[in-house]
């Protein structure tokens, strides 16, 4: 894969040049005409519209049916009897995909959650950020600084397994096993390019696989499909949201998204992350701002409960715009019920403070039958 400089914004001082003001005008002008078409809105009839339209561009290719192909190619018994297996999934468009599942000792049924690791511009490691290694792995030590920064040295998977859940996560195309050798973080521009070369979408297809990794989960023996939740932070946030929006309202009933929740406007701010290229275009669905803005995405998981965890200290998310994206959101859920957000401490990360109100909140939604948090 070539590696080549990206293109970003234009620093200020440089569009302010006679030569490229044009530029600058025009991408004003285009910006201050972005009106989403289905942006939220009460009647009974936007929700039906604005799932066909999330649908259709997130979905790609979607889930095309095929059974669950699945090889358990390790496993071990941790901490409390958890059963950690070490599996190789199909996902969608035909790929596989290395994955981890933890399942907590018993017969169950079990309540389950499926984990959706981060960016973090880190590819050598992926389901691993959130569950930890099988014994002896080589991607030991990156996982355990991976937690250690952000979050308090817990793997979130682990210890939700200790709680009772049932817990699975899957490398996203890029990442731990699905990536190569020296990926960084100028490489992303060009694996997005060629893709769209192939008429897919890097977002897209890590959709696509989210939901397939979603419905295996709820396939597996011992798990009470009534009671299957998702969580993700950073990039894994807004692919929970985004995943929980687009699914079936029976096959995810409830959602935990820390730290990835804006409105469009806020993010499209000089030296924001989105207005870079790379990392932007894991989560860029080609025509989707058109129809919806992120919140208007995940308005559509409701009446079903979310919570959401933002930080006044995170720099990658305004916090005004973190706020009005709340704000935007609230108006989904009839009186407010099953929609929270809830502000913390620390910027972007997930301490032990937010893994506490996580926990609490996910036990009221799924309530496990032997919990010990």
């Given at each position: 894969?070539?590696?080549?400089?990206?293109?970003?914004?234009?620093?200020?001082?440089?569009?302010?040049?006679?030569?490229?003001?044009?530029?600058?005008?025009?991408?004003?002008?285009?910006?201050?005409?972005?009106?989403?078409?289905?942006?939220?809105?009460?009647?009974?009839?936007?929700?039906?519209?604005?799932?066909?339209?999330?649908?259709?561009?997130?979905?790609?290719?979607?889930?095309?049916?095929?059974?669950?192909?699945?090889?358990?190619?390790?496993?071990?018994?941790?901490?409390?009897?958890?059963?950690?297996?070490?599996?190789?999934?199909?996902?969608?468009?035909?790929?596989?995909?290395?994955?981890?599942?933890?399942?907590?000792?018993?017969?169950?049924?079990?309540?389950?959650?499926?984990?959706?690791?981060?960016?973090?511009?880190?590819?050598?490691?992926?389901?691993?950020?959130?569950?930890?290694?099988?014994?002896?792995?080589?991607?030991?030590?990156?996982?355990?600084?991976?937690?250690?920064?952000?979050?308090?040295?817990?793997f979130i998977g682990d210890w939700l397994a200790a709680q009772g859940y049932a817990v699975l996560c899957v490398d996203a195309l890029g990442w731990g096993g699905r990536t190569r050798p020296g990926f960084a973080r100028d490489d992303q521009q060009a694996l997005a390019a060629h893709l769209q070369q192939l008429g897919f979408s890097w977002a897209g297809l890590i959709a696509s696989d989210d939901l397939r990794s979603l419905r295996w989960l709820r396939a597996q023996d011992g798990i009470d499909r009534h009671r299957v939740g998702v969580f993700g932070f950073s990039m894994g946030a807004f692919r929970a949201w985004q995943l929980a929006a687009v699914a079936e309202p029976h096959e995810a009933q409830a959602c935990i998204a820390a730290h990835w929740m804006c409105t469009r406007e806020g993010l499209l701010r000089p030296g924001g992350n989105a207005l870079a290229g790379q990392s932007a275009f894991t989560m860029l669905h080609p025509g989707l701002a058109a129809e919806l803005d992120h919140p208007d995405v995940a308005a559509l998981i409701a009446p079903r409960p979310l919570l959401l965890m933002g930080s006044p200290e995170d720099a990658l998310f305004p916090?005004?715009?973190?706020?009005?994206?709340?704000?935007?959101?609230?108006?989904?859920?009839?009186?407010?019920?099953?929609?929270?957000?809830?502000?913390?401490?620390?910027?972007?990360?997930?301490?032990?403070?937010?893994?506490?109100l996580a926990a609490q909140w996910l036990k009221a939604r799924l309530a496990p039958s032997s919990p010990s948090v």
């Open positions: 894969m070539i590696r080549r400089r990206h293109f970003s914004l234009l620093p200020a001082a440089l569009l302010a040049a006679p030569a490229l003001a044009g530029l600058d005008d025009s991408l004003q002008r285009l910006q201050q005409q972005w009106r989403p078409r289905l942006a939220w809105r009460a009647e009974p009839s936007w929700h039906a519209e604005a799932l066909a339209s999330a649908q259709r561009h997130i979905l790609q290719p979607g889930d095309d049916g095929a059974r669950f192909d699945t090889d358990v190619l390790a496993e071990e018994t941790r901490a409390g009897g958890v059963l950690a297996q070490q599996l190789r999934l199909r996902v969608a468009a035909g790929e596989h995909a290395p994955a981890l599942f933890l399942r907590p000792a018993g017969p169950g049924p079990h309540p389950a959650v499926l984990l959706l690791h981060d960016h973090g511009a880190r590819f050598d490691i992926g389901k691993e950020k959130l569950i930890a290694p099988m014994a002896g792995a080589a991607e030991t030590a990156s996982a355990k600084a991976w937690a250690a920064r952000y979050f308090d040295s817990t916090w005004d715009a973190a706020q009005t994206a709340a704000r935007q959101l609230a108006r989904a859920w009839p009186g407010g019920r099953g929609f929270q957000y809830e502000a913390v401490a620390g910027g972007h990360r997930f301490g032990r403070e937010a893994q506490q």
